[in-house]
């Protein structure tokens, strides 16, 4: 068994010997393999054998050095994230406020046609400057600490071009202050810039306040599935019998209930869930009925009627009845955890279009100072007197213009929000290339049985001739089928079954492959299968084979499935079977091919049976591909390939999955096992059709908004660093003010956010 | 006329320089063995990190600069974005499929290191 990794809170620290004391009594402890104390965040990182050492030992350990160690779930961290978080928002808040309020103090004592009416004190640059040091070397003491860490390592970043253009700013201001006679000998006005200093640094502290808030929502959804994990668990514990429920619903037990939290919970355990509460972990009901609301998981809206047998999934709703269920998933195996791991992974992944920003934004920043040295160069060479304000000014706006956020921003925050809304839908995005490849879909193939039906055929018709009775056709039919593994074969054994008929002794069996079955009944030798294997084994009487072909034709025509019982080498009866189709199915079907989408249905039933199928759902009779076996899938897809289009498989992802491992994208109807989540890239929790169209129209959306915010990120750094540099100048006298350009950098990026959190309004 | 002659020479070598010092680093490999510590400040380090095929591989990211900048480290072939708090030691364990280089960088890809699977 692995070790088992956990975070606890501790209580009672207070110092850094606190830390040492815990840790080793932790490492003490048989069984505890790591363990590692974090002051600052109160945390333990414990990694140890459970079989070895449980939860009650560590408390124990904890407890025996002096301090409290208390074991909560997962949540608890995102709490202290969430108030980690708040805390930074708040500094930068104040930070912004208090420089933008210095900075337009100092604007409103320097703009000539204001500065008559601010009061003669604030005129005085000395006071200037004592207003202007707080802001530059405490409110943008992150941009320096940034800086020089950055640069020891031989790195830039944003942080890097601020730093240089806000200090030469403040620094020449200082210079001016103290040095006046020298610069006005330059031919310079000996006038300081602690206005352009001060509001960009507030305009950009603002601008990260505003961009950091904003991208803390585009990882709502997952704290929103975080969040759904339930807290604690009502365990049954004693003997297992003197059980069960009163007509009231009530519990009546000898056994005690035990609340004990979601950790401690053990697969085997025993839990009692009652109306209204949070079903704690993913298992199955071994007593009493319920329906559940799993809409917070799978996205299905209707609520779901269990009864004994039946599988329950953890943070799901008990909406009306108590129960009993067994746990046979806890901690990171329950459904909800899976689903959470698949959406970490998928907001962790990089989507191709991405490439390109990637490696514009490894050679931004240093790019950017040379374009500002260049600036500076060309300025003070080139342009008019006095030429050193307008090269330091321009060179500043160059820095400060610059937003390599923007670039790097703009497509992870768009998978984020994309694939959290989707996951909200019970849409399973496994990464953000299948976010991207779903959006530039041609054609999509759906396997017919357990997607586009429900995968559970009924015994339609029930055609006997001579003598024979419906149930007496029913009998020898089900009574042959009962060795069979083919799907059909279930339909007609229920039939049997419900039917009441007396299942006959079968002293030998055989299945033919692609036709049906034969065996030995009464010692009489029996067929049972589709056309070819009458046309095989019944001899003589062509006229009644072909009253019988004619309506098993008839019958076909209608969608079903007929199959023929021969009894010594006589044909008795035929038997039709049909799987009925999804309600959402036509419209799922219209709806993709509304959006351009080739759809082909893929079946090994026969052409006839599958045409007509395929003409209720208003498919091309082209686009039908019928009598495949399922291993010939794969290559049905292979050669849809070679016509240069983008395949969509969807199937159940079960007896599909080298199909769907193929296909460019595969989307699995599942119920979130393993198998179909591993091999397909999309899996549909919610097991709705509709939602192959509601992914397709995600991802179209998704990509466009990573488009927009690719063509703006861009757009603005390739246009505004040369508006900035003045290349305008010459032509139309347009230069960029220092402090425009901080305004239009702190906006570039939170307007990239911004536009990736308006996918959350997208209807699909 | 001598100033600006000045300003041109003083500027090309600064350009020169920039370009030297920030694009012309030399990679230094650092083989991991079963784990390795990543210290995050001003960047990464080490940034250039060799870890063995199929092996299980702990990485152990420590973020001691508060820069927002630096808060997420994404890996993204490996469907890893995780959250740096600060101060504290944050695991990811990878057991890499195939050889090749990954890399890896912060969340606004400002920052950046590689993996090399060998």
Not at chain 1, 73 to 87: A, G, H, I, L
Not at chain 1, 247 to 254: A, K, P, R, W
Not at chain 1, 402 to 413: E, I, K, N, S, Y
Not at chain 1, 680 to 695: E, F, G, M, P, R
């Amino acid at each position: 068994m692995p070790p088992t990794k956990q975070n606890f809170l501790i209580r009672g620290m207070h110092c850094a010997s606190c830390v040492q004391l815990i840790e080793k009594s932790l490492k003490k402890t048989p069984g505890i393999l790591e363990a590692s104390v974090n002051l600052a965040t109160e945390r333990a990182t414990i990694v140890y054998n459970s079989e070895e050492c449980s939860i009650d030992n560590l408390t124990k350990s904890v407890d025996a050095a002096g301090y409290k160690l208390i074991n909560e779930p997962s949540s608890v961290s995102n709490d202290d994230e969430k108030k980690e978080k708040e805390r930074e928002l708040n500094d930068l808040k104040i930070k912004a406020a208090f420089s933008l309020a210095i900075g337009g103090l100092i604007f409103w004592a320097t703009l000539p046609t204001l500065k008559e009416t601010s009061p003669s004190f604030l005129q005085n640059f000395w006071v200037q400057l004592l207003l202007a040091a707080p802001v530059q070397f405490w409110a943008a003491a992150s941009f320096y600490r940034a800086t020089i860490l950055a640069i020891k390592h031989r790195n830039a970043n944003m942080d890097t071009l601020v730093t240089i253009g806000t200090t030469a700013a403040f620094i020449y201001s200082v210079l001016v202050l103290i040095f006046p006679a020298f610069f006005k000998g330059q031919g310079l006005t000996a006038e300081p810039y602690f206005d352009t200093s001060t509001i960009i640094i507030g305009l950009i502290l603002l601008g990260r306040f505003l961009e950091a808030r904003a991208k803390s929502q585009t990882s709502e959804a997952i704290k929103k599935l975080i969040g759904l994990q339930a807290k604690t668990a009502r365990v049954l514990r004693g003997s297992m019998d003197s059980f069960g429920f009163a007509q009231d619903g009530q519990v009546l037990s000898s056994r005690e209930e035990v609340d004990i939290l979601i950790g401690e919970v053990v697969v085997g355990d025993l839990i009692i869930v009652r109306p209204g509460e949070k079903i704690p972990v993913d298992g199955v009901i071994t007593e009493g009925l319920s329906s559940i609301d799993e809409s917070m998981v799978t996205g299905e809206s209707m609520p779901a009627d269990k009864k004994a047998g039946d599988l329950v999934i953890g943070a799901t709703i008990n909406k009306t009845g108590s129960f009993v269920f067994r746990a046979t998933k806890v901690g990171q195996e329950t459904m909800l955890s899976q689903i959470i791991k698949l959406v970490q992974e998928a907001q962790g992944s990089k989507a191709p279009i991405q490439r390109l920003a990637d490696l514009i934004s490894s050679y931004f920043v240093p790019i950017v100072l040379m374009t500002a040295i260049v600036t500076f160069i060309m300025w003070y060479i080139l342009g008019p007197v006095p030429s050193f304000t307008y090269a330091f000014l321009n060179t500043i706006a160059v820095l400060i213009i610059a937003c390599p956020c923007a670039m790097g921003l703009a497509t992870p925050t768009a998978v984020m929000v994309g694939t959290g809304l989707a996951a909200q839908k019970g849409i399973l995005i496994k990464n953000a290339k299948a976010l991207e490849i779903a959006s530039k879909i041609k054609a999509i193939v759906f396997d017919k049985t357990g997607t586009l039906t429900y995968g559970k055929p009924k015994v339609t018709d029930l055609i006997p001739f001579d003598n024979w009775s419906q149930d007496s056709l029913l009998q020898w039919s089900a009574s042959i089928e009962k060795s069979s593994e083919h799907s059909l074969a279930e339909a007609i054994v229920n039939e049997g079954k419900t039917r009441g008929v007396e299942f006959l002794t079968l002293s030998s069996f055989e299945a033919i492959p692609g036709k049906g079955v034969k065996g030995v009944i009464e010692g009489r030798q029996v067929y049972f299968g589709n056309r070819s294997l009458v046309e095989e084994y019944l001899q003589g009487d062509p006229l009644r084979f072909s009253l019988a072909s004619q309506r098993a034709s008839e019958l076909e025509s209608q969608g079903k499935t007929v199959m023929y019982l021969v009894i010594e080498k006589k044909l008795v009866g035929l038997i039709a079977v049909a799987d009925t189709l999804k309600e959402s199915a036509k419209e799922t079907v219209k709806a993709l091919q509304n959006i351009g989408v080739s759809v082909f249905m893929i079946t090994g039933d026969n052409q006839r049976t599958a045409l007509t199928i395929g003409q209720m759902l208003g498919m091309k009779e082209e686009n039908v591909l019928a009598q495949v076996l399922p291993a010939q899938k794969e290559e049905k897809i292979k050669e849809l390939q070679k016509n240069n289009q983008l395949v969509v498989m969807v199937g159940d992802g079960i007896n599909d999955a080298p199909a769907l491992a193929l296909a460019d994208l595969g989307i699995a109807m599942s119920t979130g096992t393993d198998v179909a989540m591993e091999a397909a890239d999309i899996t549909l929790v919610n097991k709705d059709l509709k939602s192959v169209v509601a992914t397709i129209n995600l991802s179209k959306k998704t990509l466009q908004t990573i488009k927009l915010n690719l063509v703006w990120a861009f757009g603005y750094n390739i246009l505004l660093i040369p508006v900035a540099a003045g290349v305008l100048y010459p032509l139309f006298g347009i230069l960029l003010n220092p402090i425009f350009a901080s305004l239009a950098m702190a906006l570039s990026s939170v307007s990239v956010v911004s536009n990736s959190l308006l996918l959350k309004r997208a209807k699909i | 006329m001598l100033d600006k002659i000045l300003v041109a020479i003083l500027g090309g070598g600064l350009i020169v320089f920039i370009y030297w010092f920030f694009l012309g680093k030399k990679e230094k490999i650092v083989r991991a063995k079963d784990s390795l510590e990543i210290l995050v400040e001003g960047g990464y380090k080490p940034d250039v990190i060799s870890i063995p095929l199929g092996e299980e591989t702990t990485l152990n990211f420590f973020r001691t600069d508060p820069s927002s900048c630096l808060e997420e480290v994404v890996i993204a072939d490996f469907g890893i974005r995780k959250l740096l708090p600060l101060n504290e030691k944050v695991s990811i364990i990878l057991t890499p499929k195939t050889k090749g280089e990954f890399a890896f960088s912060c969340g606004m890809n400002m920052f950046h290191g590689k993996i090399v699977v060998s």
